[in-house]
Nanobody, 122 residues
């Protein structure tokens, strides 16, 4: 199995930046897609970004394009989400997930972290 642990969330003013980390252990990630999702109170989980393990394919939801960047440090077995120009509507619990499919659908991902809270004040 794969174990994922997110970190890096916090409180930031609108326009600021945060760097989220997803540290992986267990099975190799060589064949896995890793995605970031978020869930605000009273709302369903929403796709944010994904990356193939080698980074050849990335995908972003329209609302974060040109502001967020997903990238990997394979030596550290860690996936990051760099979030710039944060907006209040980005406020949510952010989760990383791993699966075999390159998909925006959360139900196809098999492994999930515990989540990290991101709060953006206006």
């Amino acid at each position: 199995q794969v174990q994922l642990v997110e970190s890096g969330g916090g409180l930031v003013q609108a326009g600021g930046s945060l760097n989220l980390s997803c540290a992986a252990s267990g099975r190799t990630f060589s064949s896995y897609t890793v995605g970031w999702f978020r869930q605000a109170p009273g709302k369903e989980r929403e796709f944010v970004a994904l990356s193939s393990w080698g980074g050849e394919k990335t995908d972003y939801v329209d609302s974060v394009k040109d502001r967020f960047t997903i990238y990997r440090d394979n030596a550290k077995n860690t996936v990051y989400l760099r979030m710039n120009s944060l907006k209040p509507e980005d406020t949510a619990v952010y989760y990383c997930a791993a699966g075999l499919a390159k998909s925006r659908r959360p139900e196809v991902y098999n492994y999930w972290g515990q989540g990290t809270q991101v709060t953006v004040s206006s």
